[in-house]
Structures are given as structure tokens and as C-alpha cells.
């Protein structure tokens, strides 16, 4: 961003380029070819540290099986004329969802089990005394 005097946004953008040229960066950054280039390879080491962050948080998760697919994908949630995107593959995206869900009920399930049951009143049913931010802890 220093280098090239864009935010973020801009930098964003030409992240998310698919074909993105030294050429591209100095155009955006009306800077000469020679810092363009620097900048070029400078999104390029951005894309690399994108996949190893998201590597690291699936590893995190243990589950080094699930292959990420980075590449440029086309992203349906985003708007028709701005959908390509350099991200994991849809099937990972709805992969981890998935596994995030089952990860949310099963300690949903777990806080459930271990929370303090409140007395009841006039003949009802007991409460489970779980707050919303327990489920995410």
C-alpha cells in the first residue's frame, strides 16, 4: 500500500484480479512499470500469505484433509458484475460450513449437558441456564 500509494480497496482489487500484469498495477497506481512491478510482486506475496492464513486456521481446526482449492472461484453471494474472486473453492467454502455447524451443536450439546439447572416454579419445567455467548466459547 505504501509502496504504491493505494488503500485498500484498490489493493483488494487488483488482488482479486485474475489476469493482473505489472502493466495493471501502474495503471492503478499511476506509478512507473519499474515500482509497478515491485508492486505486482508484492500482491502476489499477498495472495501467497492469504493461503497459508487460511492453511494455518484449517490446520488449526485439524483438518489438514480438507483441500482449499485457491484459485479465482466465483463467489453467488456478491453482486453479478463482481463475483470472481481469488479465494478457497466453493466446495471448501461448503465444506467448513458445514463442519462449523457441526462443531456449533456439538458444544451447543456440551454446554447444555454441564449447565446449571434453575429451580422451578409452580410445577414448570426446569430451565437450562445457558446464555447465547456460552454457545460460542
Known amino acids: 500500500m505504501r509502496q504504491l500509494w493505494l488503500g485498500l480497496t484498490d489493493i483488494y482489487n487488483l488482488f482479486h484480479t485474475h489476469d493482473l500484469t505489472s502493466a495493471q498495477v501502474a495503471k492503478v497506481s499511476k506509478k512507473s512499470l519499474e515500482e509497478a512491478e ?5 500482491i502476489l506475496e ?3 500469505l492469504h493461503r497459508q492464513l487460511d492453511e494455518a486456521i484449517r490446520d ?3 483438518w489438514s484433509d480438507l483441500d482449499l482449492g485457491h484459485d479465482f472461484h466465483e463467489v453467488e453471494t456478491l453482486p453479478e ?4 474472486r ?3 473453492s466453493p466446495a471448501a467454502r461448503k465444506e467448513i460450513l458445514k463442519r462449523l455447524l457441526q462443531l456449533n451443536h ?4 456440551a454446554q447444555v449437558a454441564t449447565a446449571p439447572v434453575k429451580a422451578s416454579k409452580r410445577g414448570r419445567k426446569p430451565k437450562i441456564d445457558v446464555s447465547l455467548g456460552d454457545l460460542f466459547a
Not at 81 to 84: E, G, I, S, T
Open 60 to 62: 488449526a481446526y485439524g
Open 46 to 48: 499477498l495472495r501467497r
Open 38 to 42: 515491485a508492486g505486482y510482486r508484492g
Open 86 to 88: 481469488y479465494t478457497i
Open 81 to 84: 458484475n463482481d463475483r470472481v
Open 106 to 109: 456439538q458444544r451447543a450439546a
